[in-house]
């Protein structure tokens, strides 16, 4: 089933983040039983090449959703063009910037994205994909900052965003207490938007770093958890074998 259908029928989908440009890596992680990837271009050194590569890699049950550097035509065009399942558009803070997004990332009438041929659509050969693409891939805003969080009954009440992802850690130092994210005033806001994504039937989703949160999201009724960091996993796991080798 794709990716946005899933998400479409109420799946709670487990993901995780993926900062290590090897394609070895994302083929891995796809195999670990993770329903999405989460590719990271924003802190990741990943060029378009890197990310192709890792999309070739992974298993194609494991779907893949590609955190574009910044909010821009050009990032949005280039990583659709790759054929991901979707898109994660950082620090969007405003309806009229969501707005944007959707008429770039739609092709006509919906919006104004553009054809070429690419990977997306199997180099031209897929005659079909400009008519399907608009409702097989999914674009996702994050929420990362007190503006978005004040603008989100405007932007989850926008049809053409498949779904809201909460950053919690920029969140935080948004609120002066980076890396908090279970501070009171921290909570308060997430709290607040999945309240508001949950009444207009948006998609949300958001960021653990330990399987223990992600637990405790998923009960909170988040549909898109992404559980840990690639080099996360590294260094806490090789740490734990040289603490044990040498108690």
């Not at 969140?171 to 002066?176: A, D, W």
Request: proline share 4%; charged share 25%.
């Amino acid at each position: 089933m794709e990716f946005k259908a899933r998400i479409a029928q109420g799946e709670t989908l487990c993901g995780t983040i993926v900062t290590l440009n090897l394609p070895s890596v994302g083929e891995v992680l796809s195999e670990c039983g993770f329903d999405w990837l989460w590719i990271d271009m924003e802190h990741a050194p990943f060029s378009l090449s890197d990310v192709q590569a890792m999309l070739q890699a992974k298993n194609r049950a494991c779907g893949a959703l590609v955190r574009i550097p910044v909010n821009s035509e050009e990032w949005i065009k280039r990583v659709l063009d790759l054929g991901v399942e979707g898109i994660i558009i950082p620090h969007v803070n405003t309806a009229e910037e969501a707005k944007r997004i959707i008429d770039i990332s739609y092709y006509p009438p919906q919006g104004c994205r553009s054809v070429g041929m690419s990977r997306a659509n199997r180099y031209g050969l897929d005659s079909r994909y400009k008519q399907e693409a608009n409702e097989k891939r999914g674009i996702f805003v994050q929420i990362e900052d007190k503006e978005g969080v004040a603008n989100i009954e405007e932007i989850a009440k926008l049809p053409g965003i498949d779904g809201i992802i909460i950053g919690p850690t920029d969140l935080s130092g948004s609120y002066g207490k980076l890396g908090q994210v279970r501070a009171p005033e921290v909570v308060e806001a997430i709290e607040k938007v999945l309240k508001v994504c949950k009444r207009h039937k948006k998609p949300i989703g958001i960021f653990a770093k330990e399987a223990e949160l992600g637990q405790h999201y998923i009960k909170q009724g988040f549909q898109l958890v992404a559980v840990g960091i690639d080099v996360h996993y590294l260094w806490t796991a090789a740490k734990a074998a040289v603490t044990s080798l040498k108690s």
